[in-house]
């Protein structure tokens, strides 16, 4: 395969950095860069800008608000993003549900949800992780009982990101008991503000309240909300979950972190220390190699394969990388990326610096991001799937 760029794509890369020079604030620009914590309205004016653009849901077909790209074009985009410290797209409307309804959604419910998730009408939260079904997701607890025209729904869902901003979720819950528990699952959307809802937050070290739990109690829900068949959840889980590990890969937010820590790197004692220059070696390579492996992966989804056991392979290898940065960048800065200043991940903070140019920052990103090899399905688990689908074991 040819992995270098056309001239119409390098234009198009072109028009993306024009776009985003224009309309991408230096002030939002340095609250991702310096990881500060986004407010609800930082995310949903970033939404209405690309929407207004026509580049929000940028996988969507033509017909849906998509702006027709090809997986190339999707790919350049996201990397220029990453690169210009654009705000990533809160994905679980635009890239997690809008993909299912497309494939398995009734035409009354693409009509209603597809534009009410392009103009921010409906934030979506996604309910599928519960206390005793994490990776091991087959075995979820929540239940959804049929009450005539309505299901009955009771159970806990868990590290729900960005719940508490939510009108909607879209959630796994078990309808059979019978047979394999991936057989007994369903795929439900709910109104957050149905009685019986109670949302309570999780904070994480840092202070942030980026996930929460979902709890529901008798939670009524129109039958017209199932998508696809009842006990069909386990099939359409699977789809969802090729587009969010693919994209927790992150190639591009790889790249921009990397050159971000060779920045920082120069104005620490490391920059003279030759085996962290290879540490940063081997990182580096590992991207490239990487970038490559995505493009072959683009490259089979412009000649209509869907992503399988390959997305499993770019979310293993994409994770380790982010989380080798982030240790990257904890031993540059050494001591001084111990103190922990909470202010200082706030907008207008312009107290003492503990040390250079992200050290305020490195030790929240290096736990935080710990969570990369776990969500999405831990790399244990895409390990066993890579074993299954590619080598037969």
């Known amino acids: ?102 494939k398995y959604g009734s035409e009354a419910q693409k009509a209603h949800y597809l534009p009410r998730i392009l103009d921010g009408t409906d934030w979506w939260c996604q309910g599928y992780s519960e206390p005793g079904a994490g990776s091991d997701l087959a075995s979820l607890k929540t239940t959804a009982v049929k009450d005539g025209n309505h299901y009955i729904v009771n159970g806990q869902k868990t590290w729900t990101t960005l719940g508490q901003h939510a009108d909607w979720i879209f959630c796994l819950v078990r309808t059979s008991k019978e047979g394999k528990p991936q057989e007994g699952i369903s795929f439900l959307l709910i109104d957050m503000s149905t009685p019986g809802i109670e949302v309570r937050p999780i904070h994480l070290l840092d202070g942030d309240h980026e996930v929460n739990e979902v709890w529901f109690t008798d939670v009524r829900v129109p039958v017209e909300n199932l998508v696809g068949a009842e006990n069909q959840g386990w099939t359409i889980a699977k789809y969802l979950l090729t587009y969010e590990r693919t994209g927790i890969a992150g190639v591009g937010f790889s790249t921009a972190a990397l050159a971000e820590l060779k920045a920082v790197v120069g104005q620490t004692e490391k920059a003279d220390d030759p085996l962290f220059a290879a540490r940063m070696a081997r990182v580096e390579i590992a991207l490239e190699n990487m970038k490559t492996t995505n493009l072959r992966v683009l490259a ?94």
């Open 1 to 102: 395969m040819n992995l270098d760029f056309t001239p119409g794509q390098e234009a198009f890369r072109q028009e993306v950095r024009d776009w985003l020079a224009a309309n991408l604030s230096p002030r939002l620009a340095d609250k991702v860069r310096t990881s500060k914590h986004l407010a609800k309205e930082d995310m949903e004016g970033w939404h209405a800008k690309l929407n207004e653009k026509g580049w929000l849901a940028n996988h969507w077909p033509v017909e849906h608000g998509g702006p027709g790209w090809g997986p190339v074009e999707k790919f350049i985009f996201e990397d220029e993003c990453a690169r210009a410290h654009a705000p990533r797209i809160v994905p679980f409307g635009v890239n997690m549900l809008g993909p299912v309804l497309l």
């Open 300 to 393: 089979a989804a412009a000649g209509g394969a869907a992503p399988g056991a390959e997305s499993s392979l770019l979310k293993i290898k994409g994770t380790e990388i982010r989380q080798e940065i982030n240790a990257l960048f904890m031993r540059a800065m050494g001591p001084q990326a111990q103190p922990f200043v909470s202010e200082a991940l706030e907008e207008g903070y312009n107290g003492p610096q503990v040390g250079p140019d992200g050290a305020a920052y490195a030790a929240k990103d290096y736990f935080n991001n710990r969570k990369l090899s776990i969500f999405g399905g831990s790399n244990e688990i895409q390990k066993n799937i890579v074993s299954k689908a590619m080598l037969g074991f």
